[in-house]
């Protein structure tokens, strides 16, 4: 499971009146929050090793939820296919002492989107739009083509059915000499995985495979590459979160 940084307080408890409805746009289906959670598509799962106190839920996996204002609110939530429990983070799984203390439990409800709903122990039910990333995806190879003189930038996630590909901004390749891929480019040519823009000669040397970013103008991921952000479903509070692999 991943770790999700929420960079606003008061993740669970929010209350009041709503200003506007949550946006469906970017909103996740239940399949995709699920994947998401479960780091099929977005980084390694973490494992809970410490079982003292009830630390860890059944399955041994969860995804990390982290308020950074509130150390004392984070939670943690177990990963079943029909849902699971979420924790209070307190001294973390390994820590015996303090370990994590479940909260209550988690669904999905099933939809296009989605909705994540976290229940109380004692029956308070807070649900959420979940929200991700369709417009970058991750750098897996960049490649100058001798023959046809063009730069090959390969990527995953793959990008939809039907996309056609205008124009790219490519970050964070490290590259012989700097910056010799990074920019903004026009696309010669794609297919779901890959762009292909002009370059009469060698850039450069890609010093680092799979690292950067690519970002399309014009088309769309068919999974997304990162889970951005929140909505409160009653009351549209939104709360913008960053997924790492760190526990």
Avoid at 59 to 66: N, P
Avoid at 121 to 126: F, R, S
Avoid at 218 to 227: D, N, R
Wanted: charged share 5%.
């Amino acid at each position: 499971m991943n770790r999700i940084a929420i960079t606003t307080a008061a993740f669970f408890a929010v209350s009041g009146s709503a200003w506007a409805a949550c946006t469906t746009t970017n909103a996740l289906s239940d399949a995709q929050i699920f994947a998401a959670l479960n780091a099929n598509s977005l980084g390694s799962p973490q494992t809970c090793t410490n079982t003292a106190g009830g630390g860890c839920p059944n399955s041994g996996t969860m995804a990390w939820v982290h308020s950074p204002s509130t150390n004392d609110n984070d939670s943690i939530v177990g990963t079943l296919a029909s849902g699971g429990n979420f924790y209070d983070y307190k001294g973390g799984p390994s820590n015996s002492a303090d370990p994590p203390k479940q909260l209550g439990t988690w669904t999905i409800t099933a939809g296009n989107p989605g909705v994540l709903n976290y229940t109380y122990t004692g029956g308070t039910t807070y649900s959420y739009y979940v929200y991700g990333n369709f417009a970058a995806s991750n750098i897996t190879n960049v490649a100058w083509d001798s023959s046809f003189n063009y730069v090959e930038v390969q990527f995953s996630p793959a990008l939809a059915t039907g996309s056609t590909v205008t124009s790219v901004v490519v970050a964070g390749v490290p590259s012989s000499p700097t910056n010799a891929f990074n920019g903004t480019h026009t696309a010669l040519s794609n297919s779901l995985t890959y762009v292909r823009y002009t370059a009469a000669t060698n850039p450069g040397t890609v010093t680092t495979q799979g690292v950067g970013t690519i970002t399309f103008t014009g088309a769309s991921l068919a999974t997304p590459s990162s889970v951005t952000s929140f909505c409160n479903t009653s009351t549209s509070a939104t709360f913008s979160v960053t997924v790492d692999n760190s526990p």
